[in-house]
């Protein structure tokens, strides 16, 4: 028998942009478990980031409070990243596994996302099971010495490519990758079937929480090969671009490439649904659904040239909707809300608030979130009026009527109308008294959210990254 208190799972995609699902609208692409899933549950149609990228959203998903606007930036060393923000979760801040635990909940944590894996990052806290899935991005694992040159060919990086110091995180991905030879030994099915023996080995156990964290569709972009020729070319014969430069399409590649891309891009996403409908059809076998709540969601999307600067990745400078808007999907256990869907603006710091709810645990900080759960027993969280954000040196900003993003300095405007241009193609920063008006409400809300000013780490973090860069060419340059 299973245990009256619910279990609950949390499964993170990275880099999933909700235009590449079938249940939001995308016509082409293969998502059939999630397009499944979404029918049982509550989806959520404005869903975004409060800080970005990676860290500092997990930083909000493991603890339930905002990380904007990144106060106290304290870097961590022997990492890949120096962003505002990217940094560890404190000794001093309250965990949410921590919290669920001392509730009476099993916990248990999987995840391939790399920079999880960087020296004191103290995510795995709370958790009494956690695994650690090697082999993603340019994760130090197997020995790039061992590639050979030739087998680089195929990847061919732009000069654009090589100042980004791409090349070496291409070796490291083939290293970790040429062993594979069938789709179960993926991260990505790692990661899935690591959560369904937890499921398994746990199902008559305590009720339990665990949180999946899925790396792929990331960078880099290579899709196992029956999953790209799905919707690939078949007549390209170009270059494999593991990792765009985060620039303009026109400074690095080809209308071409950027379908390959695409392709690539898209057959990680049914990749990932293939292995996300696999734990869910365990969880049906194990007669665990009327007992379990299950949510899944993205941390953020990506840009392909679909914007007016035609930037292809997620560049702080180009906060355009395929970056900020993000999936997140809700199953009841016994299937309450199936198939409707939530236009209220929602927060990522939500889910943990929502989780605190279900497991009727307490946080000992508080919660900066809004517990979703309202919306299965008709009583609607407060409503939000704005949403703000943070990524690098910009900040974002929307409400029901315009999207803004900027510098910290209110510069390098972006200003569009969401009535005329929801999709964000028409910038209108100078034009109008109206988008004025539109900007200063915005401005003064972000500085608000910071608490009167936005805390500027630009010379610190610039000259740790120059000072990883310099480390590393000297690493390289050795004999």
């Excluded at 949410?96 to 944590?109: Q, R, S, W």
């Excluded at 958790?127 to 050979?148: H, L, S, Y």
Aim: hydrophobic share 35%.
């Amino acid at each position: 028998m299973t245990s009256e208190r619910p279990n609950i799972i949390l499964v993170v995609s990275d880099t999933l942009r909700t235009a590449y699902l079938g249940c939001y609208g995308n016509p082409t692409i293969h998502t059939p478990n999630l397009d499944t899933f979404a029918q049982q549950s509550i989806r959520f149609t404005r869903a975004h980031p409060e800080a970005l990228p990676t860290i500092p959203v997990r930083r909000g998903l493991h603890t339930g409070r905002r990380v904007y606007p990144f106060r106290n930036y304290k870097p961590v060393k022997w990492d890949i990243v120096y962003l505002p923000g990217w940094q560890p979760i404190s000794e001093d801040e309250d965990a949410l596994a921590e919290n669920v635990a001392g509730a009476g909940y099993h916990t248990g944590f999987v995840t391939d996302t790399l920079p999880y894996f960087a020296p004191a990052m103290n995510f795995t806290r709370g958790f009494w099971q956690w695994e650690f899935v090697r082999g993603q991005q340019q994760d130090r694992w197997k020995a790039p010495a061992t590639v050979r040159d030739d087998r680089l060919e195929r990847y061919r990086p732009s000069g654009t490519e090589a100042q980004r110091g791409l090349p070496a995180m291409y070796r490291q991905h083939v290293a970790n990758t040429d062993w594979i030879q069938y789709e179960h030994q993926t991260s990505t099915a790692r990661v899935f079937q690591w959560a369904i023996d937890f499921v398994d080995d746990n199902r008559h156990n305590k009720p339990f929480y665990l949180m999946v964290d899925c790396f792929d569709p990331h960078e880099p972009w290579e899709a196992p090969p029956h999953y790209y020729e799905r919707y690939a070319d078949p007549t390209y014969t170009g270059r494999t671009i593991l990792h765009a430069p985060y620039d303009a399409l026109e400074t690095f590649g080809t209308p071409e490439e950027l379908r390959d891309i695409i392709a690539h891009y898209s057959g990680l996403v049914t990749l990932m649904d293939t292995w996300f409908g696999k734990l869910m059809t365990r969880l049906d076998q194990l007669g665990l659904r009327d007992n379990t709540w299950v949510i899944f969601a993205g941390d953020h999307g990506t840009n392909f040239a679909d914007n007016p600067e035609h930037v292809v990745g997620k560049p702080a400078r180009a906060l355009y909707p395929g970056v900020m808007h993000v999936p997140l999907m809700i199953r009841h256990p016994q299937g309450t809300g199936a198939g409707s869907t939530v236009d209220d603006l929602t927060y990522l710091t939500d889910i943990p608030a929502t989780i605190y709810d279900i497991a009727s645990a307490s946080p000992q900080d508080g919660l900066d979130g809004h517990s979703m759960m309202g919306y299965f027993h008709g009583s609607k969280p407060t409503r939000r009026d704005y949403l703000t954000c943070r990524y690098s040196d910009y900040v974002w900003y929307r409400d029901d009527d315009y999207w803004v993003f900027c510098d910290l300095d209110g510069q390098n405007r972006h200003i569009f109308d969401l009535h005329t241009d929801p999709d964000c193609q028409h910038n209108i920063a100078g034009q109008t008294d109206a988008a004025q008006a539109a900007f200063d409400r915005a401005w003064q809300r972000i500085l608000a959210d910071a608490g009167g000013s936005l805390p500027d780490y630009r010379q610190q973090h610039h000259t740790e990254a120059d000072g990883q860069k310099s480390a590393a060419e000297a690493r390289q340059q050795r004999p």
